[in-house]
């Protein structure tokens, strides 16, 4: 088997403009590398649809480094070519009638999508374990979770089938399972990247992402998602060179870790890689101190009323006529509906569906979704104080290391403990990101986050490649998928 998938963009995009390769021998390593699979990375796969698109390309671009490249998307993002079923029976042969936005970016930029990636049910998890399509399994030791909802995206690329995923994040689904993976995610600034066309969960939360293998090509990649779409009207459409300060010294920069990040709930493995990297950042002229931020040690409760409560409502399109799964033999039109959403929906979908419509529902909006959302409000106010003094915020992305599939799954709230620290972010509306610091004794990886102020990615990115530079990690699992 041929191994440029191995190679790092810029080489890969070298072999590519001297034609010693072409789009079609990447095709085939990615299928060939698929073939091997034992992680269930994939809920669909178009070998014959990205054979031909790679075939059209034509001319390599040599201004272009994505030309060429094969890229996979998590399954909530609709394409016209695959069917697109989040993760769920109620979409299990769903073929929708428009492209995502991000789509035609990656069509527009000659990329080659391969497939759809596995995830949580609606990404509704943290582990993978709702998906109606199976559980995804952990490149660094296969009898792990991958972590969710985005772990399709994370696995494929942490066990090198493909250089790029895309994900979203609507509590931390892009940053968890790449820390769990240990690759390197990223969750924009909220109103960065066009929601059209990503099937929604929670939509003043959920955004999509770049998931890669190193800093350098994660910013390459978001270079080309950010293009202004009319069709998300909470889209900004902001476009900039994000590699631009990757590379600069980090000497002088204020980086605040919050108290909440560094508190005795989580792993002392983590907690210690932790200190290695304020160590690191201080020994090479930045300042890093501890900060209160008020108000994040709710987030996870607020995100119970809000993300839940706004997807009882977004959910509640699919009744079994406009979209999807019908239920045979009902009787009336009540009757259907209720077969359909019973027999269509997982277990999590159904108590998230019913939580949140009880958050809505009479008095329960002022009681609960009106206060949760004025609290949300004091979240953001308490980063933005923080970003007046420091350039960023640093601290774990997970409380633990990868567990056990199987484990915790009678266990409803864990999904919501599992991102108390990424949650936060997302209600801030600010951009978050996953970077592999190194590996726990069981050689398991261990992620950082790295939060941004506002449309400030590329600060992040300088931070990430200084640490990635730093520790020169070799991040290829040596999981049993990869003998
Ligand atoms: N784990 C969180 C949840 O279960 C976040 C999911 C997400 O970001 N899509 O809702």
New binding site residues.
Partial sequence: MSKYLDLGINEIHDLLVKKEITPVDLVNEVFDRIDLDKLNCFITTDKEGALKRAESLGEPDENNILWGLPIALKDNMVTTNMRTTAGSKMLENFVSVYDAHIVDLINENKMIIIGKTNM?EF????SNQTSYFGPVRNPWNNSLVSG???GGSASSVSSRIVPFALG???????R?PSSFCGIVGLKPTYGRVSRYGLIA?ASS??QIGPMTRNVFENASLLNILCKKDKRDLTHIGKEEDFTRLIGEPISGMKIAIPEFYISDVIDSQVLDKINDIRKLLEDNGATVETVKVPYIDYAVPL?QII?LGEASSNLARFDGIKYGYSAKNAKNIDEFYKKTRSEGFGDEVKR?IMVGSFMLSGKNVSEYYNKALKIRKSISNSFEEIFKEYDLVIGPTTTCLPYEIGEFLQDPNR??V??VL??PV?MAGLPGMSVPIGFSKEHLPIGMQIIGNKWEEAVMYKLAAFIESKLSLDLVPGGDNNE
């Fill in positions: 949580d990404a509704m998890g943290s969710g909802s985005s979203s994040d609507t509590g931390g689904s892009i968890q969960f939360l959920d995100y993300a998230r999904s919501f599992d991102d990424t949650i997302n």
